[in-house]
């Protein structure tokens, strides 16, 4: 029997909203996952909050046609975005500056695209801030609070809420209230490090934008408070009764710990290769070749693999057979020069990478895979079909579901996620795409020449095996030869020379 609902609340925001399916330790919950702790059972949640999405990036996606379509007269909105507005490109940025009437802003993408339609089916609105991110040393300034060149992205929503009389729950100020609060008392439950998601068990494993059960919980929480205290009608939907979960931290924490995650075994490498010489950059940045995962035979006595460097330019060769090395949700079979950054520290990698040739049969191979990458993990020259790290691809897959090519992909949690779609032309021998891979403020950023940027999907740290380093180079695997050339690392935003990561 379909059950009947009064109403339907609207759930639309980025990844601090929505919902998730790690495996990590303290896997990852949005808030507006938690809303129906404490709303009555008449009223259907739909929260359609997709990571790595802005005001500006949701609307090209599935769940905004459904949210467009969906809502009607006495449903209700609420709005949770920021957190990827205020990040420069062109696919996600939106400015602080401005109101409702000048185009590009923050809120008149807001207006536009989501109150004035709701408000024309008839529904109400309610606006959130985008909550605080995680800052250990409690100064809570800058982008830690929204803050930055282009404008106050709370105060925005703030404002916009005021000009048109729409209640707003202000998640920046109320999550900065309680950090400040928590974290100077010395309770080692009942802090932000337990209200955030952490890929593994260690401190420093810590994802200091997305949050835990607890922490999702307790926003979820304020926003309830919020809309009581307010006039909207979707104060009638609260349940009679509801507790604050800080009351009961430990109950909360015990809920957000993934009890069959098993910290990873790895020991990091502390030097490169013995058998694949180190390559140069133009700029005279030391790269380290190696070929590991799920190969055929060993290493050095395998001849399907080639790793050469002439001027600055990189040669790689993964594979001379269509059985051997792969990318795939399970293993990776890949060869790889790269160089190890600081999770602490931004980096951007850049090359123009050109298809040499598919060896054998002259096309590509399921589990053919070429770009740029960074991983969690680098394995020096080593044999195993074992479950290996995650990563974030700046490059192209071809399997089944991707014949022509994905638009960048990425492994989280042993699955494979290809957030860029498909290529709109499959690559042909001597084509050549500038491919661009860097950090960004919760995760990576992934562009392949001719296509927009793509955020979404990828906004999680590299740090379940690997917590104090990620792994970033250039790839090949599985009967596919490739070349770089132009190839450029930044690091904190500066061009790097001469730099060699184990010197």
């Given at each position: 029997?379909?059950?009947?609902?009064?109403?339907?609340?609207?759930?639309?925001?980025?990844?601090?909203?929505?919902?998730?399916?790690?495996?990590?330790?303290?896997?990852?919950?949005?808030?507006?996952?938690?809303?129906?702790?404490?709303?009555?059972?008449?009223?259907?949640?739909?929260?359609?909050?997709?990571?790595?999405?802005?005001?500006?990036?949701?609307?090209?996606?599935?769940?905004?046609?459904?949210?467009?379509?969906?809502?009607?007269?006495?449903?209700?909105?609420?709005?949770?975005?920021?957190?990827?507005?205020?990040?420069?490109?062109?696919?996600?940025?939106?400015?602080?500056?401005?109101?409702?009437?000048?185009?590009?802003?923050?809120?008149?993408?807001?207006?536009?695209?989501?109150?004035?339609?709701?408000?024309?089916?008839?529904?109400?609105?309610?606006?959130?801030?985008?909550?605080?991110?995680?800052?250990?040393?409690?100064?809570?300034?800058?982008?830690?609070?929204?803050?930055?060149?282009?404008?106050?992205?709370?105060?925005?929503?703030?404002?916009?809420?005021g000009d048109l009389g729409i209640p707003v729950c202000d998640l920046t100020r109320q999550t900065v209230d309680i950090a400040l609060k928590?974290?100077?008392?010395?309770?080692?439950?009942?802090?932000?490090?337990?209200?955030?998601?952490?890929?593994?068990?260690?401190?420093?494993?810590?994802?200091?934008?997305?949050?835990?059960?607890?922490?999702?919980?307790?926003?979820?929480?304020?926003?309830?408070?919020?809309?009581?205290?307010?006039?909207?009608?979707?104060?009638?939907?609260?349940?009679?009764?509801?507790?604050?979960?800080?009351?009961?931290?430990?109950?909360?924490?015990?809920?957000?710990?993934?009890?069959?995650?098993?910290?990873?075994?790895?020991?990091?490498?502390?030097?490169?290769?013995?058998?694949?010489?180190?390559?140069?950059?133009?700029?005279?940045?030391?790269?380290?070749?190696?070929?590991?995962?799920?190969?055929?035979g060993t290493v050095r006595d395998n001849k399907d693999f080639t790793l050469k460097n002439e001027d600055g330019r990189f040669f790689i060769?993964?594979?001379?057979?269509?059985?051997?090395?792969?990318?795939?949700?399970?293993?990776?079979?890949?060869?790889?020069?790269?160089?190890?950054?600081?999770?602490?520290?931004?980096?951007?990698?850049?090359?123009?990478?050109?298809?040499?040739?598919?060896?054998?049969?002259?096309?590509?191979?399921?589990?053919?895979?070429?770009?740029?990458?960074?991983?969690?993990?680098?394995?020096?020259?080593?044999?195993?079909?074992?479950?290996?790290?995650?990563?974030?691809?700046?490059?192209?897959?071809?399997?089944?579901?991707?014949?022509?090519?994905s638009n960048t992909f990425a492994r989280k949690s042993g699955e494979l996620d290809v957030e860029g779609g498909k290529l709109n032309k499959?690559?042909?021998?001597?084509?050549?795409?500038?491919?661009?891979?860097?950090?960004?403020?919760?995760?990576?950023?992934?562009?392949?020449?001719?296509?927009?940027?793509?955020?979404?999907?990828?906004?999680?740290?590299?740090?379940?095996?690997?917590?104090?380093?990620?792994?970033?180079?250039?790839?090949?695997?599985?009967?596919?030869?490739?070349?770089?050339?132009?190839?450029?690392?930044?690091?904190?935003?500066?061009?790097?020379?001469?730099?060699?990561?184990?010197?």
């Open positions: 029997m379909t059950k009947e609902y009064k109403s339907t609340l609207w759930v639309v925001g980025d990844s601090t909203v929505s919902s998730f399916n790690d495996k990590y330790y303290m896997p990852r919950v949005g808030w507006g996952a938690a809303l129906y702790l404490y709303f009555k059972d008449d009223l259907r949640i739909m929260n359609l909050a997709i990571s790595g999405t802005s005001s500006k990036s949701f609307r090209v996606t599935d769940n905004y046609r459904t949210f467009i379509d969906g809502i009607t007269e006495g449903d209700f909105l609420i709005i949770g975005f920021g957190h990827n507005d205020e990040k420069r490109g062109d696919a996600t940025f939106t400015s602080a500056s401005g109101d409702k009437n000048t185009g590009g802003s923050f809120a008149n993408s807001l207006y536009e695209y989501y109150i004035k339609p709701a408000n024309d089916k008839g529904a109400s609105v309610v606006l959130a801030t985008p909550i605080a991110r995680r800052d250990k040393t409690c100064k809570y300034e800058d982008d830690f609070v929204h803050v930055t060149s282009d404008g106050d992205y709370a105060k925005a929503v703030r404002d916009l809420g928590v974290d100077r008392d010395d309770d080692p439950i009942n802090d932000t490090l337990m209200m955030h998601a952490r890929t593994g068990s260690r401190e420093i494993c810590v994802d200091e934008t997305h949050t835990s059960l607890y922490g999702a919980a307790v926003n979820a929480y304020l926003v309830a408070n919020d809309i009581k205290k307010s006039s909207s009608l979707l104060s009638s939907y609260l349940k009679d009764e509801y507790s604050d979960p800080i009351d009961n931290a430990g109950y909360w924490v015990d809920k957000s710990i993934n009890k069959e995650y098993k910290d990873p075994v790895y020991v990091r490498p502390d030097k490169g290769s013995s058998y694949w010489p180190k390559a140069y950059d133009t700029n005279g940045n030391v790269w380290y070749g190696t070929c590991f995962g799920d190969l055929s060769s993964a594979g001379n057979t269509r059985n051997n090395g792969k990318i795939s949700s399970k293993s990776d079979g890949i060869a790889m020069y790269y160089v190890r950054v600081p999770v602490s520290k931004s980096f951007r990698l850049s090359a123009d990478i050109t298809l040499e040739s598919f060896n054998k049969a002259g096309g590509p191979s399921d589990f053919t895979a070429y770009g740029l990458m960074v991983r969690d993990d680098i394995y020096i020259d080593q044999v195993t079909g074992e479950l290996l790290g995650d990563y974030v691809c700046a490059g192209v897959l071809f399997n089944s579901l991707y014949p022509l090519g499959e690559p042909s021998a001597g084509d050549t795409r500038h491919m661009i891979i860097e950090s960004t403020r919760d995760g990576y950023k992934a562009q392949i020449e001719g296509y927009e940027a793509v955020t979404a999907g990828y906004d999680y740290t590299l740090t379940a095996v690997d917590p104090e380093y990620v792994y970033v180079g250039i790839f090949a695997a599985r009967a596919i030869a490739i070349s770089a050339d132009n190839v450029c690392l930044e690091i904190d935003d500066k061009i790097c020379k001469d730099h060699d990561c184990y010197r």
